[in-house]
């Protein structure tokens, strides 16, 4: 199974790229984040022409929105809400037997005070929330993927030293992330086959001149397999070229394999 997680900053309007991933990398399963649209305006049939007959979509206009798409059948289609919103960010499915969780963090605003930041407090909650539902043991086969909007690590922003105060890579969030992973176990199916001695990112800012040249990204986008899955992995990639393609999202695609 090839699966592949990208926050797509709408659906819509990167049809085109999402047919130009699936001809090149030919992922099994899609999962997208922030598809920015109601579901009954969701473009079942053009994604369905390029072999994603099978769809689980959670979506909200304007904003938010998840979906899992798929060659290959859907069960278990599910989806919960925290921090008593009705805002999308979660959706999931079994696929052969495998658990897939697609999650949309939210991102927390400027200010790293949730005191001061209402959207900073509302992504903490989530993250405790989302912990606290996954606490405790489990051995069935799951991916846990989507844009995260956390950089847990030192390389994986481009400057560990001056973004720590930023939000995305505080240590208040990442020290939630670490007990969310920790919350099961989750392996980190990225950087088990890419070096954390190496920089990589997934996201780079619209205001960059040059977001090539600069090289100012975070990775945001991630990919966690639960323990019994893990010995199945057999490849990750951050599709990194995408984000200089035409009209591109703001993050790109990170894909990983199992056997």
């Known amino acids: 199974m090839r699966l592949l997680t990208w926050n797509v900053n709408s659906v819509r309007l990167r049809l085109d790229l999402i047919a130009e991933l699936c001809r090149t990398v030919r992922p099994d399963v899609l999962c997208l984040q922030e598809i920015k649209v109601a579901d009954p305006l969701f473009p079942v049939d053009a994604l369905a022409g390029m072999g994603f007959v099978h769809q689980a979509v959670r979506g909200m206009k304007s904003y938010n929105g998840v979906a899992i798409l798929s060659r290959l059948p859907l069960d278990k ?7 008593g919103r009705e805002d999308c960010r979660h959706i999931q499915a079994e696929i052969e037997g ?57 390389n994986d922003v481009w400057s560990h030293r001056q973004l720590q105060g930023v939000v995305s890579h505080t240590p208040i969030e990442v020290a939630k992330m670490a007990e969310w992973q920790a919350s099961q176990g989750w392996v980190d199916a990225v950087r088990h086959f890419i070096s954390p001695e190496l920089k990589l990112f997934t996201w780079w800012s619209y205001r960059a001149g040059d977001w090539n040249a600069s090289d100012r990204g975070r990775r945001l986008d991630h990919v966690w397999a639960s323990p019994a899955l893990a010995s199945r992995l057999s490849g990750a990639m951050v599709l990194r070229e995408v984000r200089g393609w035409t009209q591109a999202s703001d993050h790109v695609p990170v894909l990983v394999d199992l056997i």
């Open 77 to 83: 289609i599910d989806g919960r809400s925290w921090c």
């Open 98 to 154: 495998i658990t897939v969780h697609n999650f949309y963090v939210p991102a927390g605003g400027d200010i790293p005070d949730p005191e001061l930041n209402g959207k900073f407090a509302h992504k903490l909650k989530f993250l405790d929330d989302v912990t606290a539902w996954f606490s405790g043991p489990n051995d069935h086969p799951a991916l846990l993927v989507g844009d995260l909007n956390i950089a847990p690590l030192e």
